[in-house]
């Protein structure tokens, strides 16, 4: 693949930030954007971005149509904005503490579920890439959800993942960013809970993410002056969001 310019931030990489938010954040602080279905909506769906958090630049490219895919597919989804909501910085080199992106996709997830209605059966879905699929592991039993889907997570903070949510993994096999071989604990007793694992051969970290088409180097960590690559493939990123669509369909 051609490697471009050296970005200098990497897609997750997670160490203690002293920053704690502040008492006055509500919920709805937590979200960035949402999107209504069409009708009564079958569930939340929290979308949780990699490191960069969400803005209009072209790095947010995959949320924004997956998210409307899965409003028109009945799905009421929010997408969690914890660098805003924290005032975090840096959050490509360790400036986000994994347990505060867990709390904002709470949080988002709690106000998700008012903006539709506010039932409290209303079921919840969570969709983590990369530091944000880390997020939605920790914050699956916290928000309730019963299905979650993860774009090339870092697996190494997990010794296990829940037994009450349904996982969906998606992950390239040439990713040296968040490396398949970390996750290789958590996906052996996960498959056998029924998770689904789905490796896409040749594929580098941030697949889905088509400002990184033609391939570009960013640092491998915030502690490293190493830098790996990462692509956009086309095909793994259709594949890829058809599956999540289809697996967080609710209709029978």
């Keep these: 693949m051609r490697s471009g310019f050296r970005v200098t931030f ?27 279905p069409a009708g009564p909506a079958e569930s939340v769906v929290v979308l949780a971005p990699g490191c960069g958090g969400v803005s209009d630049r ?13 409003a028109e597919s009945g ?8 660098e805003s909501a ?8 360790g400036g986000a503490r994994l347990e505060d992106v867990a709390e904002a996709i709470r949080l988002a997830a709690a106000q998700g579920t008012k903006q539709a209605g506010g039932s409290d059966t209303l079921p919840v879905s969570l969709v983590g890439w990369s530091l944000g699929g880390s997020g ?18 870092d697996c190494s903070p997990f010794a296990s993942l829940s037994h009450n949510i349904q ?3 998606l992950i390239g096999e040439e990713d040296r960013l ?5 996750c290789d604990a958590i996906r052996a007793m996960s498959e056998q809970n029924g998770a689904r694992w789905v490796v896409y051969p040749g594929v580098y970290h941030g697949f889905d993410y088509k400002a990184f088409r033609g391939g570009q180097s960013v640092q491998a960590n915030a502690f490293s002056e190493g830098f790996v690559a990462v692509d956009y493939d086309e095909d793994a990123a259709i594949d890829a969001h058809d ?4 697996f967080l369909d609710r209709l029978p």
């Design 10 to 36: 990497a897609l997750l990489f997670m160490a203690a930030c002293e920053t704690r938010p502040p008492a006055t954040l509500s919920p709805q602080d937590f979200v960035f954007e949402h999107f209504d």
């Design 58 to 70: 072209a790095h947010t490219q995959p949320m924004r149509p997956l998210a409307r895919r899965l």
């Design 75 to 82: 799905q009421h989804v929010v997408i969690a904005d914890y």
């Design 86 to 93: 924290y005032g975090m910085r840096n959050t490509c080199n």
């Design 136 to 153: 939605v592991f920790l914050a699956g039993d916290r928000t309730g959800a019963d299905r979650i889907a993860a774009l090339y997570p």
């Design 167 to 169: 996982y969906l993994v």
């Design 178 to 182: 968040t490396p398949l071989s970390e």
């Design 243 to 246: 599956r999540i669509v289809s």
